[in-house]
T-cell receptor, first 117, second 111 residues
Framework: GAVVSQHPSWVICKSGTSVKIECRSL??????MFWYRQFPKQSLMLMAT?????????EQGVEKDKFLINHASLTLSTLTVTSAHPEDSSFYIC?????????????FGPGTRLTVT | AQSVTQPDIHITVSEGASLELRCNYS??????LFWYVQSPGQGLQLLLK??????LVQGIKGFEAEFKRSQSSFNLRKPSVHWSDAAEYFC?????????FGKGTHLIIQP
């Protein structure tokens, strides 16, 4: 149980285009989903927290107009990187927290490798 | 703000030897603590977690961790490492705002 999927697992796009990454909780409902970014050989940095049916909360320094997050249902959150540039190339990981969760445990997706050329 | 410190960026251990990875967390109420492992290009896999109760926690793949409130530590241990344990290890602390990760420890296994 508690499986989180991400799609696509990797994507290459041209500079200036937009890319959408999906995060799904497959066997549980998630009121809260988190989006992280990881640069090579570095730790995960929280980008934003999304709650179903409400606006995402972005961490300081993360451009909300560039990284659009939508949490339309209890099993799906999407991250859209708009007008992508090479510096947006990174590994993006989502995680989800169960509706009934009280211990802050998160279940992680396998990640999406984004390369902007 | 909560913080998690992993003092060792790299650790090299011989195959079959014991392992201890250090993790310290900032003070606060009872912490929710996690250890994750990440292989190159992969997502995170949960090794073990501590919420309350017994301070010695058993996890998957033969790992265990001990919560020591007096030292604000949650060190990860394994009695005998295997070459397949080579990976990046992250300690994390849970809170309402999400997880706070340490910078990670890169584990290298020598034959």
């Amino acid at each position: 149980g508690a499986v989180v999927s991400q799609h696509p697992s990797w994507v290459i796009c041209k500079s200036g285009t937009s890319v959408k990454i999906e995060c799904r909780s497959l066997d549980f409902q998630a009121t809260t989903m988190f989006w992280y970014r990881q640069f090579p050989k570095q730790s995960l940095m929280l980008m934003a927290t999304s709650n179903e049916g409400s606006k995402a909360t972005y961490e300081q320094g993360v451009e909300k107009d560039k990284f659009l997050i939508n949490h339309a249902s209890l099993t799906l959150s999407t991250l859209t990187v708009t007008s992508a540039h090479p510096e947006d190339s990174s590994f993006y990981i989502c995680s989800a927290r169960e509706v009934a969760g009280v211990t802050y445990e998160q279940y992680f997706g396998p990640g999406t490798r984004l390369t902007v050329t | 703000a909560q913080s998690v410190t992993q003092p060792d960026i790299h650790i090299t251990v011989s195959e079959g030897a014991s392992l201890e990875l250090r993790c310290n967390y900032s003070y606060g109420a009872t912490p929710y603590l996690f250890w994750y492992v990440q292989s190159p290009g992969q997502g995170l896999q949960l090794l073990l977690k501590y919420f309350s109760g017994d301070t010695l926690v058993q996890g998957i793949k033969g790992f265990e961790a001990e919560f020591k409130r007096s030292q604000s530590s949650f060190n990860l241990r394994k009695p005998s490492v295997h070459w397949s344990d080579a990976a990046e290890y992250f300690c994390a602390r849970g809170g309402a705002d999400g997880l706070t990760f340490g910078k990670g420890t890169h584990l290298i296994i020598q034959p």
